[in-house]
């Protein structure tokens, strides 16, 4: 079964400052995309960053960036510059077969200090 | 445009009832999933829809879960004799196609006393 495994349960960060959340996923697919969701507690999920296996450059939004290693099955998320409305749970997923649907992993939940 | 709406957002029911849980999904969106979180864990996949037709409901947990989506849009997730175990917060998403980025709507809350 493809398993997506987020090893840091919680994280938190000063505001302004930078934090990396990690992600290790497992699939036999070999073009997919992966992806990490944030959700508040409104429970709301928001996309906040794609990466699309066959690119060899890593995926930037604004302030969020990932470290994409294909063959170590990697996909690390950076925010920078950290707000406090970064605060939330984020979650890594991955496909499950043929691209869809998507496998999540148990979440990182952030807090951002002031 | 609106994005993925789902009601009702809260739902209280007594084990044993049946549910009815709604989707509505963005519009032009043809692949619609339903995924299912339980407090402290990540969304688990239960079904996904590409058009009219169920593509994948290998993520159902038994018979008493069922879901429609007759005309290709709005979909409807069906639960029957509803357990104490079934108390969880339902993910509704859509992806303009299958395989595409999944959109997700706010969820609905149910719990069963």
């Known amino acids: 079964a493809q398993t997506v495994t987020q090893s840091q349960p919680e994280m938190s960060v000063q505001e302004a400052e930078t934090v990396t959340l990690s992600c290790t996923y497992d699939t036999s697919e070999n073009n997919y995309y992966l992806f990490w969701y944030k959700q508040p507690p409104s429970r709301q999920m928001i996309l906040v960053i794609r990466q699309e296996a066959y690119k060899q450059q890593n995926a930037t939004e604004n302030r969020f960036s990932v470290n994409f290693q294909k063959a170590a099955k990697s996909f690390s998320l950076k925010i920078s510059d950290s707000q406090l409305g970064d605060t939330a749970m984020y979650f890594c997923a991955s496909p499950h077969s043929g691209n869809t649907p998507l496998v999540f992993g148990k979440g990182t939940r952030l807090s951002v200090i002031a | 445009g609106a994005g993925v709406s789902q009601t009702p957002s809260n739902k209280v029911t007594e084990k044993g009832k049946y549910v009815e849980l709604r989707c509505d999904p963005i519009?032009?969106?043809?692949?619609l999933y339903w995924y299912r979180q339980s407090l402290g864990q990540g969304p688990e996949f239960l079904i996904y829809f590409q058009g009219t037709g169920a593509a994948d409901d290998s993520g159902l947990p038994n018979d008493r879960f069922f879901a429609v989506r007759p005309e290709g849009s709005v979909s409807t997730l069906k639960i029957q004799r509803t357990e104490r175990g079934d108390s969880a917060v339902y993910l509704c998403?859509?992806?303009?196609?299958?395989?595409?980025?999944?959109?997700f709507g706010p969820g609905t809350r149910l719990l069963v006393l």
């Open positions: 998403a859509s992806s303009l196609n299958s395989g595409e980025t999944q959109y």
């Open positions: 519009s032009g969106h043809t692949a």
